[in-house]
């Protein structure tokens, strides 16, 4: 290894002119959108429109190919190639793997936008000044009805589904691969070395690799920046608190340490239990929503969204909008959604990288993208579905339940927990309701940071599985101070729109690793192959 890491002193066991570098670089941006949010929103906000109107064909091209890459992946030969040596096997259980991939990977965003999404999308009056739902509208249901609400699930599932897991599975995969088949670092540079060799261990490899903390760190800082606010709206349903700044600053705080207390733990501990926990609160709340609303509808609606899900996804991932009101739907829906997999999919990649060693390439594939995906279409039909038939059957008409004017004035904290006050509503049951999807915010924010610090420093230790705990404690910290940092600054929408700008060099990076890991692949294959027929 041409690059060998600190061997004493405070940077012992990293790399330090890398770790350094990401420290200024985080500085200078948190800085920059702090002191100035005004200017950095404009100029992030140009660069990201920019992007999404020059690009989107290129996004949407780019993560049908990810999505075909896996389909090969999983058809050939190159299958049964190991993450690893060929006798070797799984670290950790089906049930553990499952869990943590669902919880690191995806947990808060379906809570975020579990309710919301498909109300956007059912409503046809085109509050933000282009339509709701032009799929639905290109399928003849434009009024509010049952095949609009099916529709308005199978386009939320779509934006939640294998395309987006398709991305992290290319990234996961091709990390796997390198570090424990290949021996090299578990590190984004590490898929290069099929084109640039040694040179991975110089500039190339450490921007590579930087790029991947930046989009941990400001990754992670914007989704805890975002999410506390819907947790400080449960917190004063459930116990009456202010939902305002200082309650989002003290639950910023709570979050990070209960993190950090998880990253230094590591992953067969803290990571794991936690995870764990996710998944059985999350069966008691989805099962709540399930029987206690309107349980044989959302069967029936759950059999029809994923087959008209199964029908229309490939030709959905290949549909370019081609005028200004679709145009400006698909830019602020899909092409988003794309750069956000895009801009997420290194630290989840690594992660799942992490905790996916000894399994087969297939095994790895249809794990990753099957399991987390039917998980998310249980749940956001339940969720989705509920608040699509309190609005079905509203006493005022379809639309008139209440929570579509939530989502309008983009309330969509309130909008989910007025969704269960239809279930449960406001008493005790409603109560201990609440505080499940509270108790769950917080804990997808806890296993989202503490993986994406054990992430980062696992990057900047070049691969270290075990990287120096005080550097976890170090960026565990640094990331929840981000958040609080531009949450008081109202810097963090210029955060979250220079992340999804990020996506696009991400992109390039991702497509390089496809090609490296298809490569490496078919070269061993060859040799594979060679060696036989030498016997």
Known sequence: MVTELSQEGFFSGMHKGMTITAALLVLGFVLFTGVMPDLASGLFGTTRAWIETTFSGYYLITVMLLLVVCAYIVLSRHGSVRLGPDDSRPDFSNFAWFSMLFSAGIGIGILFFGVAEPIFYFDNTGAFGYPNNPHADMAGAAAMNYERAIDALRVSVFHWGLHGWAIYVIVGMSLAYFAYRKGLPLALRSALYPFIGERIFGPIGHAVDILGVLGCVFGVATSLGLGVSQMAVGLERLVGTDPGLNSQLVLIAVISAVSVISAVSGVQRGIKIISEMNIWVSVAVVATFLIGGPTLWLIGAFGDTVLDYAINFIPMGLWFADDPGTTEWQQGWTIFYWGWWLAWAPFVG??????????????????????????????????????????????????????????????????????????????????????????????????????????????????????????????????????????????????????????????????????????????????????????
């Open 350 to 535: 690594i992660f799942i990288a992490r905790i996916s060693r000894g399994r087969t390439l297939r095994e790895f594939v249809l794990g990753v993208l099957l399991v987390p995906t039917m998980i998310i279409f249980v749940w956001l039909i339940i969720f989705g579905g509920n608040a699509l038939h309190q609005e079905l059957t509203a006493a005022g008409g379809p639309g008139s339940g209440g929570i579509i004017e939530l989502v309008n004035a983009w309330n969509l904290p309130a909008a989910l927990f007025e969704s269960a006050d239809g279930i449960a509503g406001t008493g005790t049951f409603g109560w201990v309701l609440s505080a499940l999807m509270v108790f769950l915010l917080m804990s997808w924010f806890v296993t989202s940071s503490d993986s994406g610090t054990l992430v980062l420093t696992t990057i900047l230790s070049l691969g270290n599985e075990e990287p120096p705990q005080r550097f976890r404690v170090f960026w565990g910290v640094v990331i929840g101070l981000v958040a609080a940092t531009l949450l008081m600054a109202g810097g963090l929408k210029a955060l979250q729109t220079a992340l999804i700008a990020a996506a696009l060099p991400l992109s390039v990076v991702i497509l390089v690793m496809t090609a490296g890991v298809l490569v490496s692949l078919f070269r061993e294959s060859r040799r594979r192959i060679g060696a036989t027929q030498r016997q």
